[in-house]
Structure formats: structure tokens, C-alpha cells
Nanobody, 128 residues
Framework: QVQLVESGGGAVQAGDSLRLSCTAPGRTFSRSHMAWFRQAPGKDREFVGAISRSGASTEYADSVKGRFTISRDNAKNTVYLQMNLLKPEDTAVYHC?????????????????????WGQGAQVTVSS
């Protein structure tokens, strides 16, 4: 079982910033597209952002475009989600995910069913 470990969640005020991190075993990380999803209480899991195996391609949900940035450091086996201008509606548990069947030149998928491994999640709470 591949373990993904998120960190960096917390409670902030609207307009603040947070950075989430997710580490994965090296062999998994290097061959995976990586993504962030989130799930708020009583709601379905939703896509937030994804980054390709090479880091050359990214995808974002419309709700976070211009505010959130996904990046990866392949030397550290870590993917990041920089979240700026946070809103109360961003409150959720954020999960990172790995698509280990990534083709090097492809774009990262945005559907959750494409991802093979998931982290336990990091709580982000934004108050108004």
C-alpha cells in the first residue's frame, strides 16, 4: 500500500494563505500525475488542481483559478498546493492523490476515478 501524507492544513481568516504539502514514496511519485481534491461536510469530493508527472502541465477547478497554485518538487517527492485569498467556501478536507499510470507527455486527469492512491487528508477551515 502506497502512503501519501499531507501536511499544512489549519484554521485561517478569509483572505489569508495556506500551503499544503503531500509527500509520496519516491518510486511512486516520479511516475505519477498528482492532484488535490477536497470534500466539505455533506458534499461530494471535488477536484481542485492537478499537475503532470513532468510538472509541465497543470489543471485547476474554475473555483480556485487565480487563487491556488499546484507545484511539485521531484527531488523531494512532494507536491504543493499554495492557496491564496482563501474564502469560507474553501473550507474542506483536502486530499492529495497519485495517478501511477501517468504517461509522461499526457495532461493530468481531473476525475477522481483516475487516481490510484489517496492521502488521509488535511483539514482547512476558513472563517469570515
Amino acid at each position: 500500500q502506497v502512503q501519501l501524507v499531507e501536511s499544512g492544513g489549519g484554521a485561517v481568516q478569509a483572505g489569508d494563505s495556506l500551503r499544503l504539502s503531500c509527500t509520496a514514496p519516491g518510486r511512486t511519485f516520479s511516475r505519477s500525475h498528482m492532484a488535490w481534491f477536497r470534500q466539505a461536510p455533506g458534499k461530494d469530493r471535488e477536484f481542485v488542481g492537478a499537475i503532470s508527472r513532468s510538472g509541465a502541465s497543470t489543471e485547476y477547478a474554475d473555483s480556485v483559478k487565480g487563487r491556488f497554485t499546484i507545484s511539485r518538487d521531484n527531488a523531494k517527492n512532494t507536491v504543493y498546493l499554495q492557496m491564496n485569498l482563501l474564502k469560507p467556501e474553501d473550507t474542506a478536507v483536502y486530499h492529495c492523490a497519485a495517478d501511477v499510470n501517468a504517461i509522461l507527455t499526457s495532461s493530468p486527469p481531473t476525475r477522481s476515478s483516475a487516481y490510484d492512491y489517496w492521502g488521509q487528508g488535511a483539514q482547512v477551515t476558513v472563517s469570515s
